[in-house]
Nanobody, 114 residues
Framework: VKLVESGGGLVQAGESLRLSCVASGFVFSSYDMEWHRQAPGKGRELIASISPSGGSKTYVDQVEGRFIISRDNAKNTVYLEIKKLKPEDTAMYYC????????WGQGTQVTVSS
């Protein structure tokens, strides 16, 4: 199982980003996928998840309305679009599959300047 995130970077507040996570080594279309983030000095937190078909999505309250999770099962890829970025969104962003207790990607850094 391998998960590879990309799309992070240094952006200004108010801008948008789309993060990608390409999965391999398992039947991607059969599993939920998740995005987590870890801000400096804080624990890792689940921020969004999506069902295998993409028909069901959940978000934590603090990102609802600005973050959009989606997936393309033909490309084995899950996305996280982040709109109107805020400095407090600065974090390492990770994707995860709950398969076999969970696998993580290496993360992609998002840094938002004010």
């Amino acid at each position: 199982v391998k998960l590879v995130e990309s799309g992070g970077g240094l952006v200004q507040a108010g801008e948008s980003l789309r993060l990608s996570c390409v999965a391999s080594g398992f039947v991607f279309s059969s599993y939920d996928m998740e995005w987590h983030r870890q801000a400096p000095g804080k624990g890792r937190e689940l921020i969004a998840s999506i069902s295998p078909s993409g028909g069901s999505k959940t978000y934590v309250d603090q990102v609802e309305g600005r973050f959009i999770i989606s997936r393309d099962n033909a490309k084995n890829t899950v996305y996280l679009e982040i709109k109107k970025l805020k400095p407090e969104d600065t974090a390492m962003y990770y994707c995860r599959t709950p398969l076999h207790g969970g696998y993580w990607g290496q993360g992609t850094q998002v840094t938002v300047s004010s």
